[in-house]
């Protein structure tokens, strides 16, 4: 497929000039550059040539997946270190290239062993915040996740009353999902009344109160891709105090969502957030940072936060998430995803924002 041509060729001019190839391992690079959603496979990218590499477990997977390389694949009693230095002898490759942030010691010390014929050389800054700019047909990918967990918040709705326990509604999401071909992104957090005050809590068996918070944060892993959405809703009855804060954050998301532009930094659009929660004093009670890169991994490169110096490009996802969190009384976040444009930014999640009471 053509698009995974382009992978090819971003990864290709980033080929540090010291080194005759690299090496990619981590596997959602793997993926990202060649389409493949197997678990085990590297690829030797070199200037001219590439092979991808993986066992027999993978051959026919891999065959019908990967069409911008070659293929090879091994099986018993050839080994991965000896079927690696074979490929890299028959390309020439003498000074390879790793990525020095995922490869562990002892990786590299079996390699400088047993592949002994080749220079290793740390080369991270070659796959740094590769994937952050996104190629339009991963945004098409997002945005179906986003279109899926959107309709996730719609369906579940009618689970939220009192009496029904947040695994439950955790569980809904969950079969919701996989009916529609989907998996979770990630463990979906459910968490009601006080227990909303943890912006990380898993779900319990605590059913649902009148005058609870519920704050629900979810995704779908679709096609390789990911969304991540937070909403929170009242139980029942709520009072000024609910809605003041949630108002609040929803401002913070609403207002960050407008300010974010190419060529800020991380640091400058998380600054906003505090700003808007401190009119209400509200500040102190936002402890993460407003947002994450978003795309094949639901917490990609890239983070917007006061240490964040990560400058903002067009072409890049990014959730939004604003959160306040009260011991003894409960929290509030608001999560959307977006994609930066040149003129503006596009909002993939459009699940219901304003001010919801349900249950009542
Ligand atoms: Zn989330
Ligand atoms: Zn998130």
């Not at 694949?73 to 290239?97: I, N, Q, S, W």
């Not at 062993?113 to 740094?128: G, L, Q, R």
């Not at 969502?257 to 640091?267: A, D, L, Q, S």
Request: proline share 3%.
């Amino acid at each position: 497929m053509s698009e995974y041509k382009a992978a090819l060729e971003r990864f290709r001019d980033r080929i540090p000039a010291d080194v005759d190839a690299l090496l990619v391992t981590e596997i959602t690079n793997v993926g990202w550059l060649t389409g493949f959603t197997g678990t085990s496979g590297k690829v030797i990218l070199g200037r001219d040539e590439a092979v991808f590499l993986t066992d027999s477990r993978y051959t026919l997977q891999a065959d019908e997946q990967v069409s911008n390389m070659d293929v090879a694949t091994y099986a018993t009693p050839v080994r991965d270190e000896e079927f690696l230095a074979t490929h890299l002898a028959r390309l020439g490759v003498k000074r390879l290239g790793f990525d020095s942030t995922m490869v562990t010691v002892a990786q590299l010390d079996n390699w400088r062993e047993k592949v002994a014929d080749v220079e290793w050389v740390p080369a991270k800054e070659a796959y740094a915040n590769l994937r952050s700019v996104k190629f339009e047909y991963e945004i098409e990918r997002v945005r179906r996740a986003c279109e899926l967990a959107d309709a996730t918040f719609s369906h579940v709705q009618r689970m939220l009353q009192p009496g029904v326990t947040e695994e439950a509604i955790a569980l809904d999401i969950e079969f919701f999902m996989r009916r529609h071909g989907a998996k979770v992104a990630f463990e979906s957090i459910v968490v009601s009344g006080e227990r909303s005050a943890r912006p990380h809590g898993v779900p319990s068996s605590k059913p649902l109160e009148v005058g609870d918070f519920v704050t629900m944060d979810f995704g779908a892993w679709l096609d390789g891709y990911n969304s991540d959405i937070t909403r929170t809703v009242v139980i029942g009855e709520a009072t000024d105090r609910h809605r003041e804060i949630y108002n609040q954050v929803l401002r913070a998301n609403v207002e960050c969502i407008e300010f974010i532009k190419p060529g800020m930094t991380g640091h400058d659009v998380d600054t906003r957030a505090r700003e808007i929660l401190n009119e209400l004093d509200l500040g102190q009670y936002f402890g993460h940072g407003l947002g994450h890169g978003l795309g094949r991994l639901v917490h990609d490169s890239g983070r917007l936060g006061q240490n964040c110096l990560d400058v903002i490009e067009v072409g890049q996802i990014w959730t939004i998430e604003p959160g306040v969190y009260i011991p003894g009384f409960g929290g509030v976040r608001v999560e959307d995803d977006i994609v930066i444009r040149e003129n503006g930014v596009e909002v993939l999640t459009s699940s219901p924002k304003d001010f919801l009471v349900l249950g009542g």
